[in-house]
């Protein structure tokens, strides 16, 4: 027997929230899903609301991701230390709300989910623990066959060395936050599946979910405007991997795209 565990890029706005909702259970009937799991730290723009998770969750999402933008909202503070359902970067400094991992129950074993953050060309790194010593201390600590990995990181190269480094360790391991799917798909020789981004669910036409208009003025030097999430059309992206419970190894992995 094998389970298909399907992991969502980072949600953004209002577009990819809605689109995300209305399509999760059709999706999930598609690909015959068994667990799901959704980076949604940017489905307020640069932060996620306790409504915005609760309703993912009540859509059907099993476990929420995040980010860099995690502390955007200051009540998600409380909702993170109430809610086993979503998590933070395990990374992040020891005493902040919240949790880095957690195992779930599931009808085909328990499944355990890591979120981590990496630290190259990341905004305000020098407060995040090093992601390949945090993931090392997780897995000492846990005895669990099945594992997924959400990386949210900027450059691919870190990915790419994470990969490297959880190859044989873990299930899977997925790369979030630079919005933009990436075309790397595959199983890694000793069995664990990989992507270096997922992607973005939100706006077709905006520029990283942002508003097209906003982001290209910001580039020609423009004064600074208040961020806009883009509306419109939306898609959603991310990725199905296939896999063996018993052994916890990725049989194969599928890059989706959904407009």
Avoid at 32 to 40: H, K, L, Q
Avoid at 116 to 135: A, C, H, K, Q
Avoid at 164 to 179: C, E, F, K, P, Q
Wanted: aromatic share 8%; with cysteine.
């Amino acid at each position: 027997m094998t389970v298909n565990i399907l992991a969502i890029g980072d949600v953004a706005g209002k577009a990819g929230l809605d689109f995300f909702i209305g399509k999760l259970q059709g999706i999930k009937k598609f690909y015959d899903i068994s667990f799901t799991v959704v980076n949604a730290e940017n489905t307020a723009g640069l932060c996620v609301k306790p409504d915005h998770a609760t309703a993912l969750l009540k859509a059907g999402t099993d476990v929420i991701t995040l980010g860099n933008h995690t502390w955007g909202d200051r009540k998600i503070r409380d909702y993170l230390d109430n809610s086993t359902q979503v998590l933070r970067p395990a990374n992040f400094a020891p005493q902040v709300p919240g949790r880095g991992f957690g195992i779930f129950n599931t009808d085909f074993g328990d499944v355990c989910v890591v979120n981590l953050i990496g630290r190259t060309d990341m905004p305000n790194s020098y407060v995040y623990d090093n992601p390949f010593f945090e993931i090392d201390r997780i897995l000492k600590s846990i005895n669990t066959t099945m594992i997924l990995v959400d990386f949210h990181a900027e450059v691919t190269s870190e990915k790419l060395a994470m990969s490297y480094h959880l190859d044989g360790r873990v299930s899977a391991l997925w790369g979030t936050h630079t919005h933009v799917q990436t075309s790397d798909c595959r199983v890694l020789n000793g069995g664990m599946g990989y992507i270096t981004d997922l992607g973005m669910t939100g706006a077709v036409e905006s520029v990283i979910g942002m508003s097209a208009t906003y982001s290209l003025s910001r580039f020609l030097g423009n004064p600074p405007e208040r961020f806009e999430s883009a509306d419109g059309p939306a898609k959603i992206e991310g990725a199905v991997f296939e896999i063996d419970p018993l052994s916890g190894k990725c049989l194969s992995v599928e890059a989706i795209r959904i407009t």
